[in-house]
């Protein structure tokens, strides 16, 4: 039996979890919070922010999720609006040299090689 205020807790653990699994995602680089969440019987969605810790570019994604046993499992994840907000792309930013992103068959910018290849900030 589920408490009716833990489910939004525990959607928030499922989606904190699955992007810390997602090995193509450079979460050292990234500040993420999980913006809001619905529960409607035994689905959910979310949305998370993503935010690069050097600042500038930001990123939100919904994550549609299902419970499972005890818990939530994501099933599926989109960018918001289908849109990705960043600055500029330049040798700062991009963390390569060629200042353009690579176009994504759809014409979006390929979010998860941008998520991949932004270095962690030490801030020591």
């Known amino acids: 039996m589920f408490v009716p205020g833990s489910d939004a807790d525990l959607v928030r653990q499922a989606v904190e979890n699955h992007v810390r699994s997602d090995r193509g995602i450079n979460l050292s680089a990234l500040d993420m919070s999980v913006d ?7 689905q959910a969605d979310a ?3 993503f ?3 050097q600042g500038g570019a930001a990123m939100v994604m919904i994550y549609y999720l299902e419970r499972h ?3 939530w499992l994501v099933t599926k994840d989109e960018p918001a609006n ?3 907000v960043h600055p500029p792309m ?3 930013h991009s963390g ?3 200042g353009t992103p690579s176009p ?3 014409g979006m910018p390929d979010v998860h090689e941008f998520l991949k290849t932004h270095p962690a900030t030490n801030k020591n």
Request: proline share 4%; hydrophobic share 20%; no cysteine.
């Open 36 to 42: 809001s969440v619905n529960v409607t019987g035994n």
């Open 47 to 49: 949305e998370a922010t």
């Open 51 to 53: 935010r690069v810790k």
């Open 69 to 71: 046993g005890n818990g």
């Open 82 to 84: 289908g849109q990705f």
């Open 90 to 92: 330049d040798q700062v």
């Open 96 to 98: 390569g040299s060629s």
């Open 104 to 106: 994504s068959p759809s």
